[in-house]
């Protein structure tokens, strides 16, 4: 089973910061929160991961709480095309080569 | 850019068939991975392979097999379709130890009738 807890969906509108929470409060220690999005008719992309600190790339920025046991993922200038499912697997680095993938978060960007 | 690619963005096989999904990535990636992803279950993985040759179950390998030759290709085989493997058929690679960054290809959408 996962071993995360996100909304089913979220509207957002176009050019705003669209910030997705998953919760994940059994983390632990050493497992890292990785999030991904898929497209519709696309296989899942990677976007972004962290442990603990907050980590920012070209396409996301992830706010890891102080405790882990929940993170927001934040599109800082949401666009019509980021409209997805977005989800978020907490795993070891290499765990046994699995992320356990759940329902995600359907994301609709609104013009 | 890391490219994978599958055979078959759709498929239509009969039931008993023997079906061969066929996926191809440019990266030299040792890692590659079958997922099925079916409404409400999400993504499953199958199998996957960390070098050629080498293979492991995932959560729901029953029916399927797979083969790895060369580094480049894995495919999934379907001993004798049932109309209960119609999915959304998923492959994707990546480095040993980034198991974390996985590339997927675009899928291919499997019917058994």
């Known amino acids: 089973d996962a071993k995360t807890t996100q909304p089913t969906s979220m509207d957002c509108a176009e050019g705003r910061a669209a910030n997705l929470p998953c919760n994940h409060s059994?983390?632990?220690?050493?497992?890292?929160v990785y999030w991904y999005r898929q497209i519709h008719s696309q296989g899942p992309q990677y976007i972004i991961h962290?442990?603990?600190?907050?980590e920012t790339n070209e396409m996301a920025s992830l706010i890891i709480t102080e405790d882990r046991k929940s993170s927001t993922l934040i599109l800082p200038h949401a666009t019509l095309r980021d409209t997805a499912v977005y989800y978020c697997i907490v795993s070891h680095m290499d765990s046994n080569y699995q992320l356990i993938w759940g329902a995600g978060t359907k994301l609709i960007i609104k013009p | 850019d890391v490219k994978v690619t599958q055979s078959s963005r759709y498929l239509v096989k009969r039931t008993g068939e023997k079906v061969f999904l066929e996926c191809v990535q440019d990266m030299d990636h040792e890692n590659m991975f079958w997922y099925r992803q079916d409404p409400g279950l999400g993504l499953r993985l199958i199998y996957f392979s960390y070098d050629v040759k080498m293979k492991e179950k995932g959560d729901i390998p029953e029916g399927y097999s797979v083969s790895r030759e060369k580094k480049e290709r894995f495919s999934l085989i379907l001993e004798s379709a049932s109309t209960n493997q119609t999915s959304m058929y998923l492959c994707a690679s990546s480095f040993q130890g980034e198991t974390y960054e996985q590339y997927f290809g675009p899928g291919t959408r499997l019917t058994v009738t």
């Open positions: 962290g442990l603990k600190n907050n």
């Open positions: 059994t983390i632990s220690g050493n497992e890292y």
